[in-house]
């Protein structure tokens, strides 16, 4: 049981340039996030996916988009880095009902360098 | 003012202390809070969720305070290994996110 997996680790681009971050969960869980973190800001979300199928934007969403591609996976796509999406990205996924509705847990996260 | 908001500290507190922190919300309709964990370039791991009663876990302690808006986390005879950035974070209600406090960092002394 691996939990939330992302790949890649750590990441550099140049201006300009595209990527994908790939998240995948093996808890069967509904809901998929991910967020930015920032020194001194805290984690930001940037796209969740409430249930395989929908996707909806949260706070920083500009420069990204995202894939819900079946239940257990979840990627981020950068169209075109800027050096303001210099940061570390982390998905989550969550269970939805119960006791233990919106506890998320995280994957180890994508250091992300854009030059 | 932020949504939820922490004392980024340090606090430097000695091996076998007690620590507590805080952490405020701004939304009255908050449902659901959580303390989570989170080492040096690691990712923020649950440490316990919140509830109205309050709820224990071996040396954390955690409680809700609805009337004045806050949550808090007690530590006690704190170890080395406590070292960390303790974020809290709340749900709102509506619909599945969490909003994060910046965290508040901890460093245990011997």
């Known amino acids: 049981n691996a939990g939330v997996t992302q790949t890649p680790k750590f990441q550099v681009l140049k201006t300009g340039q595209s990527m994908t971050l790939q998240c995948a969960q093996d808890m069967n869980h509904n809901s998929m996030y991910w967020y930015r973190q920032d020194p001194g800001m805290g984690l930001r979300l940037i796209y969740y996916?409430?249930?395989?199928?929908?996707?909806d934007k949260g706070e920083v969403p500009n420069g990204y988009n995202v894939s819900r591609l079946n239940k257990r996976e979840f990627s981020l796509r950068l169209e075109s880095a800027a050096p303001s999406q210099t940061s570390v990205y982390f998905c989550?996924?969550?269970?939805?009902?119960?006791?233990?509705?919106?506890?998320?847990?995280f994957g180890p996260g994508t250091r992300l360098t854009v030059t | 003012r932020k949504e939820v908001e922490q004392d980024p500290g340090p606090f430097n507190v000695p091996e076998g202390a007690t620590v507590a922190f805080n952490c405020t919300y701004s939304?009255?309709?908050?449902?659901?809070f959580f303390w989570y964990r989170q080492d040096c370039r690691k990712e923020p791991k649950l440490l316990m969720s919140v509830y109205s009663s309050g709820n224990e876990d071996g040396r954390f302690t955690a409680q809700l305070n609805r009337a004045s808006q806050y949550i808090s986390l007690l530590i006690r005879d704190s170890k080395l290994s406590d070292s960390a950035t303790y974020l809290c974070?709340?749900?709102?209600?509506?619909?599945?996110?969490?909003?994060w406090g910046a965290g508040t960092k901890l460093i245990i002394k011997p």
């Open positions: 974070a709340v749900n709102m209600g509506g619909n599945y996110q969490l909003i």
């Open positions: 989550a996924s969550s269970e939805v009902g119960g006791r233990s509705s919106y506890e998320q847990y």
């Open positions: 996916s409430a249930s395989e199928g929908t996707t």
């Open positions: 939304n009255s309709a908050s449902q659901s």
